[in-house]
């Protein structure tokens, strides 16, 4: 009597590869996506640009010195800080209007 046939051993794969499909499809691909559009819209960064700072600051571009860049954060603060420090770029309409003048009754 000839030995039983056992399952085909590419069939054994095909839940392995169905998985790393899924994976690529709803994880790594647009993980991709986010970080080539992170890095193209901090390489367009220029003056005059309202972005939000990771530290979550809004502030307008003053000037752009290779990998830094100065903002200005208040009436009268300017700080330099890595392009890097940026997640996004913001229009008037994000920015929450500050309300009073900040002082405490």
Do not use: W
């Amino acid at each position: 009597m000839p030995p039983a046939a056992g399952p085909n051993p590419i069939m054994n794969l095909i839940p392995v590869a169905a998985i790393f499909v899924i994976f690529y499809f709803f994880l790594i691909r647009p993980q991709n996506q986010e970080r080539a559009n992170l890095q193209k819209m901090l390489e367009g960064l220029k003056k005059g640009d309202r972005v939000l700072t990771n530290g979550g600051f809004y502030a307008t571009i003053m000037g752009v010195r290779g990998q830094d860049l100065e903002v200005r954060i208040g009436e009268n603060t300017k700080v330099l800080m890595a392009r890097s420090g940026v997640s996004k770029l913001v229009i008037e309409a994000d920015i929450p209007e500050v309300v009073g003048n900040g002082s405490r009754n």
